[in-house]
């Protein structure tokens, strides 16, 4: 999940044809760090797992995701993933 859900995500976006589901994506913006609702159950308040233990040698890693962008440059990322939302709104009238 580590190497693959940021970019599974930026896929998702380019090939949602529900608009209802790509306002759910793009609601949070493109992911920084790994989630998973039933994997990875989260305290009261905390928003993300920041890190992630490995049994396979007992050392903890970073839960942040390969290609996953922060700052400036998630915004601008953001902002452009939105046009999908607008260009398919046009497609819906």
């Known amino acids: 999940m580590l190497e693959t859900q940021f970019d599974n995500y930026l896929e998702k976006v380019r090939k949602e044809d529900c608009g ?3 306002r759910r ?3 949070k913006g493109p ?3 790994i989630s998973d ?3 990875f159950e989260l305290d009261d ?3 993300y ?3 992630l233990w490995f049994a396979s040698d007992g050392k903890e890693r970073s839960a942040k995701l390969k290609n996953s962008l922060e700052g400036k440059e998630r915004e601008d990322l953001w902002d452009s993933l939105k046009v999908f ?3 398919k709104e046009d ?3």
Do not use: C, R, S, T
Request: without cysteine; aromatic residues 4%; negative net charge.
């Open 20 to 22: 209802k589901a790509l």
């Open 25 to 27: 994506l793009l609601e």
């Open 31 to 33: 992911p920084i760090y």
């Open 37 to 39: 609702e039933h994997g």
């Open 45 to 47: 308040g905390e928003e």
């Open 49 to 51: 797992v920041m890190k």
């Open 85 to 87: 939302l607008i260009e």
């Open 91 to 93: 497609i819906d009238e």
